[in-house]
């Protein structure tokens, strides 16, 4: 082998060393990411898209669905969930109709995952 046949091949070495690095790293970002709008949207599952407070020691319920102006839908302030109308928002609040102080602890399991995520 001559110098100039080792000078070659460690061109091409160094070369192809740098592409693999390179399409490596894109391919872990483009993964994280994707793996992160998964999360986020797993957050709206766990979102209860309601509030909940005592006033004159009565229990009462509010909707974090808003319709913003120019649409018909409505949108979770909170997680951004968006529902087609006020009935299938008035659904989502209704499993908790029965039982309020589930509202509080998945209001406390979306605020630990969103911290986890840094968002919201
Ligand atoms: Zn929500």
Redesign the pocket.
């Known amino acids: 082998m001559t110098f100039l046949e080792i000078l070659i091949l460690m061109f091409f070495l160094v070369l192809s060393i740098v592409v693999i690095r390179i399409s490596f790293q894109f391919n872990i970002n483009d993964y994280l990411k994707d793996r992160r709008a998964v999360k986020i949207n797993q957050l709206?599952n766990i979102?209860?898209?309601t509030t909940v407070a005592v006033e004159d020691e009565q229990i009462v319920m509010g909707s974090?669905?808003k319709s913003p102006v120019g649409t018909t839908k409505y949108i979770?302030?909170?997680?951004?969930?968006i529902v087609d109308s006020k009935e299938d928002a008035q659904k989502l609040m209704g499993r908790y109709a029965k039982n309020p102080e589930q509202i509080l602890e998945d209001q406390k399991k979306?605020r630990r995952k969103a911290k986890k995520l840094k968002c919201f």
């Open positions: 709206k979102c209860p898209h974090l669905f979770c302030s909170q997680c951004g969930l979306f």
